[in-house]
């Protein structure tokens, strides 16, 4: 389409992908020394039983503080899976969640919760995924039950026999295996099935749609009901996510799902601020004209 504007948006157009060709290489190389430099963290967000409104899990959200700023997953996770850099981000992940986890579920008495940590399909590759996630678990003291993983409908689309086998022995070892984003994704419903899988989170965009009960569209009730009833037909839990307002959480409940997450019951918070001695302040970056 930039033929159609002339000669001066190609050159437009080869500048912009030239930046983010470089951008890429500069995030891939400064991610493989973020491990060492310590400039990942954890953020969690606290997942809702409607019931009891008692938090079932934390899902750990990562960040990476880097040049000054805290970038969200989306700009860095996506660069981080098209190497095997992820794998090591990853495993990073698991395990600072499970040390977190540990530490709560001593100091909150009687604390039973769980953490839920995000995966990237590359992740379901990995032949030594399960020994990571015992070995894991092991070290931190804590039962299987401890543990949901959360893999979106695209981690399963290639079809692969290995994530199957990975996910039935995560599975057999008592780990809640979560499909995330539901919904929006281009996997067969026929997956549900495939897979073992425990829990299904309704994606954000579903709840959004919900808006308030008059002005809502009845449609994107439909949906939701839908999916909470499909999933509870198959013996799956559900788990609203996005629950922005106290009418969208009214609404989820009726309609039956037992599990809800938002901004309605909290941002997701870091829980220690590590990060603070080696990420320099806004002003000194000016300072440097950076
Ligand atoms: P996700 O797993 O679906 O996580 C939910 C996202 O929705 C989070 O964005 C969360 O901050 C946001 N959120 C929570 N409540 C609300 C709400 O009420 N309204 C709205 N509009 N948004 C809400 P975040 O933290 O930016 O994470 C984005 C995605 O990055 C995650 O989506 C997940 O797919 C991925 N991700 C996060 N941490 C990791 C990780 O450690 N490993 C991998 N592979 N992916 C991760
Ligand atoms: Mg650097
Ligand atoms: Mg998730
Ligand atoms: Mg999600």
């Known amino acids: ?25 500069k995030v891939t190389t400064d ?32 960040r990476w503080h880097h040049d ?25 992940a698991l395990g600072r969640a499970c040390e977190q986890l540990a530490q709560w579920r001593n100091a909150i008495d009687g604390g039973n919760q769980a953490v839920s ?3 990237s399909a590359r992740q379901l590759r990995d032949v030594d995924f399960v020994s990571t996630v015992t070995d894991t678990l092991a070290a931190y003291g804590l039962p299987a039950s401890a543990l949901w993983l959360e893999l979106t ?8 026999d290995i994530a199957l086998t990975i ?13 995330d984003d539901f919904g929006i994704g281009y996997s067969a419903l026929g997956n549900l099935n495939k897979y073992p899988i425990d829990v299904v989170k309704i994606d954000k965009s579903f709840i959004a749609a919900l808006g308030t009960q008059d002005e809502g569209d009845p449609k994107h009730h439909v949906l939701v009901t839908s999916i909470e009833a499909m999933s509870t037909a198959l013996g799956l839990i559900t788990v609203a996510e996005g629950v922005e307002s106290a009418d969208q959480l009214e609404q989820v409940k009726a309609i039956g799902c037992q599990f809800a997450q938002g901004w309605l019951f909290g941002m997701p918070l870091p829980m220690m601020q590590p ?13 440097q004209g950076q």
């Open 1 to 25: 389409h930039a033929k159609s504007r002339g000669t001066g948006s190609y050159a437009f157009f080869d500048d912009q992908l030239r930046a983010s060709a470089v951008e890429q290489l």
């Open 31 to 62: 991610l493989t020394e973020s491990l060492d430099d310590h400039e990942f963290e954890l953020y969690y967000q606290s997942i809702i039983d409607v019931a009891t409104g008692e938090t079932a899990a934390f899902e750990a959200l990562i």
């Open 68 to 92: 000054g700023i805290v970038h969200p997953p989306e700009y860095f996770i996506p660069i981080a899976e098209s190497s095997d850099i992820i794998i090591d981000i990853g495993r990073w």
């Open 117 to 119: 940590v995000n995966l």
């Open 153 to 160: 409908e695209t981690a399963l689309i290639d079809d692969d």
């Open 167 to 179: 996910l039935e022995q995560l599975s057999s070892l008592g780990v809640t295996i979560c499909i």
């Open 275 to 287: 990060w603070t001695d080696h990420v320099r302040p806004a002003s000194q970056l000016r300072a």
